[in-house]
């Protein structure tokens, strides 16, 4: 059997698998894919974790549908019968067809890439002048995540700045997180909530959502900080906007007699004190 | 090769994989059951009692004689262990006292300055020339310490010695006769687990930011919650 036919063959098993398991893995395995749909970042984070999913699908394929094929067509049942080849030097069809190809795969996975991370930042940590504002982000709910060495706390200017020690947010709304540290660097994860930004001190990190439907998220720390690292996670909530006004005025009256010795509002807050001071 | 030679070279890859996965079981296995001695909370008949002390540094036969640290004492302020691993009976409102030897550092987040997660919301704060009051807040930077639980919402500052207090301590044991502040809170635990705490005051003298060393270290400044 001629090499011409061996290629052809293993090509046509190749189509034949990425035309069976392809849709397989967008239509049946995409929308089981993390982080879920509970926010639209999250949503469309699942979408691009589909598209790369279905990208590296025919590459995967390629290599086990050649490797199972080789070990079939090129077993030898007397292996004191081979002899070594003799040497390839160079295949300038292959050689072609494999930088087309990557090349092509990585164009287009950067520019994918990036027309997502202009569409809304994706979720992710933008610094303080975000480029990539969602529609709404002009009126969007603040609210400033400040973590500290093991936890994190959240602070609402538009409610009299207010800190408290759990996160809730209300339904359809678009929010607006300003991250930052008051000592080393964390990361803010709201998993579900399809949310990652560094905590850094003395920077505003600024990342966008816009919730959904009623949920619960955890939070954790994404950036090893320390000690008690592993233990620097929460749980919040989506809650239906009704029920977000009351939680909000509940806080407010609750941690206010802390609100009155907090620092005014500020976009970061210089770590003091700095160092032991007794 | 032979089948003789084949033969011991198996053996012997087969020894030597057993080896490394005993040694890797003890490995796994010591860490998982390794945990700091500990010491249980009094139990009296209106309820589990914890009393513990916070010093501005160690015994001075301690591994660390100049790290800041928590130790467990009693109502009297005597028989000190130094271990910060508690064991507290599950379901049940303890009271917890703690005696605050050393002096203000300051919070770096006023928010915690707050208590939370006491039963009724407020601490009793008492002491060396103060009078005892029913509080929620401290000012943040007259905070010596934190005794924080955060998997339970808990956090209680803990106001610190005043720079001018006469007959101030050093190092531990101290005794109720030396300046100090006197926090005590009920707390309601949880089912049965292992919890941590952990101090929120950057109290830790001649570390980066004051959050090194003792800071990070169980034995000191942290620890667990044993409920059984």
Request: glycine share 8%.
């Given at each position: 059997m001629s090499e011409v036919n061996h290629w052809r063959r293993v090509v046509l098993w190749w189509l034949l698998a990425s035309a069976v398991m392809t849709p397989i893995v967008v239509f049946v395995l995409g929308p089981g894919l993390p982080p879920g749909n509970g926010t639209v970042e999250s949503s469309g984070q699942v979408v691009d974790n589909t598209v790369l999913l279905a990208v590296s699908t025919p590459v995967a394929?390629?290599?086990?549908?050649?490797?199972?094929?080789?070990?079939?067509?090129?077993?030898?049942?007397?292996?004191?019968?081979?002899?070594?080849?003799?040497?390839?030097?160079?295949?300038?069809?292959?050689?072609?067809?494999?930088?087309?190809?990557?090349?092509?795969?990585?164009?287009?996975?950067?520019?994918?890439?990036?027309?997502?991370?202009?569409?809304?930042?994706?979720?992710?940590?933008?610094?303080?002048?975000?480029?990539?504002?969602?529609?709404?982000?002009?009126?969007?709910?603040?609210?400033?995540?400040?973590?500290?060495?093991?936890?994190?706390?959240?602070?609402?200017?538009?409610?009299?700045?207010?800190?408290?020690?759990?996160?809730?947010?209300?339904?359809?709304?678009?929010?607006?997180?300003?991250?930052?540290?008051?000592?080393?660097?964390?990361?803010?994860?709201?998993?579900?909530?399809?949310?990652?930004?560094?905590?850094?001190?003395?920077?505003?990190?600024?990342?966008?959502?816009?919730?959904?439907?009623?949920?619960?998220?955890?939070?954790?720390?994404?950036?090893?900080?320390?000690?008690?690292?592993?233990?620097?996670?929460?749980?919040?909530?989506?809650?239906?906007?009704?029920?977000?006004?009351?939680?909000?005025?509940?806080?407010?009256?609750?941690?206010?007699?802390?609100?009155?010795?907090?620092?005014?509002?500020?976009?970061?807050?210089?770590?003091?004190?700095?160092?032991?001071?007794? | 090769m032979d089948q003789g030679s084949s033969a011991k070279k198996l053996i012997g890859i087969g020894l030597g994989a057993?080896?490394?996965?005993?040694?890797?079981?003890?490995?796994?296995?010591?860490?998982?059951?390794?945990?700091?001695?500990?010491?249980?909370?009094?139990?009296?008949?209106?309820?589990?009692?914890?009393?513990?002390?916070?010093?501005?540094?160690?015994?001075?036969?301690?591994?660390?004689?100049?790290?800041?640290?928590?130790?467990?004492?009693?109502?009297?302020?005597?028989?000190?262990?130094?271990?910060?691993?508690?064991?507290?009976?599950?379901?049940?409102?303890?009271?917890i006292t703690i005696y605050t030897y050393d002096s203000q550092t300051g919070l770096r987040n006023p928010f915690i300055s707050q208590v939370t997660g006491a039963v009724g919301g407020t601490f009793t704060l008492g002491g060396t020339g103060l009078k005892t009051k029913v509080l929620k807040t401290i000012y943040p930077i007259t905070a010596s310490h934190v005794f924080a639980i955060p998997q339970w919402g808990v956090s209680v500052p803990l106001l610190g010695v005043s720079g001018n207090a006469k007959n101030q301590c050093a190092n531990a044991p101290c005794s109720l006769s030396q300046a100090h502040t006197t926090t005590t809170f009920t707390i309601r635990t949880p089912g049965p687990g292992l919890y941590r705490w952990q101090c929120f005051v950057p109290c830790a003298a001649g570390f980066i930011q004051g959050f090194g060393g003792p800071m990070q270290t169980v034995g000191y400044m942290d620890g667990y919650i044993k409920i059984a």
């Open positions: 394929l390629a290599v086990i549908v050649y490797f199972v094929y080789a070990i079939v067509a090129f077993r030898e049942p007397k292996p004191e019968t081979v002899v070594d080849g003799p040497p390839i030097r160079g295949h300038a069809q292959i050689q072609m067809w494999w930088l087309i190809v990557t090349t092509g795969i990585v164009l287009f996975l950067a520019g994918y890439g990036t027309v997502r991370l202009l569409a809304d930042g994706s979720g992710g940590g933008q610094g303080p002048n975000p480029i990539a504002a969602p529609a709404g982000a002009s009126h969007a709910l603040q609210v400033q995540v400040i973590a500290q060495q093991w936890k994190f706390t959240y602070r609402w200017p538009g409610y009299g700045g207010v800190e408290t020690p759990t996160l809730e947010l209300p339904t359809n709304e678009t929010v607006q997180f300003n991250v930052t540290s008051l000592d080393v660097i964390h990361s803010f994860w709201a998993y579900q909530l399809g949310v990652k930004a560094d905590a850094n001190p003395g920077i505003n990190n600024i990342a966008y959502v816009t919730t959904k439907g009623p949920l619960t998220f955890n939070v954790r720390c994404a950036e090893l900080c320390g000690v008690w690292h592993g233990y620097m996670f929460d749980t919040g909530r989506v809650v239906p906007k009704s029920e977000w006004a009351r939680w909000i005025v509940r806080q407010r009256i609750l941690y206010a007699p802390a609100t009155k010795l907090l620092a005014p509002y500020a976009k970061q807050y210089f770590p003091m004190p700095t160092r032991r001071g007794g | 057993a080896i490394v996965c005993v040694l890797l079981g003890l490995y796994i296995g010591l860490y998982l059951t390794n945990v700091p001695g500990a010491a249980s909370a009094t139990t009296t008949p209106t309820g589990a009692r914890l009393y513990l002390a916070a010093v501005p540094a160690a015994a001075l036969d301690d591994p660390h004689p100049t790290w800041v640290s928590y130790y467990k004492t009693s109502a009297t302020a005597t028989n000190w262990q130094h271990v910060t691993t508690y064991d507290l009976p599950a379901h049940s409102l303890v009271r």
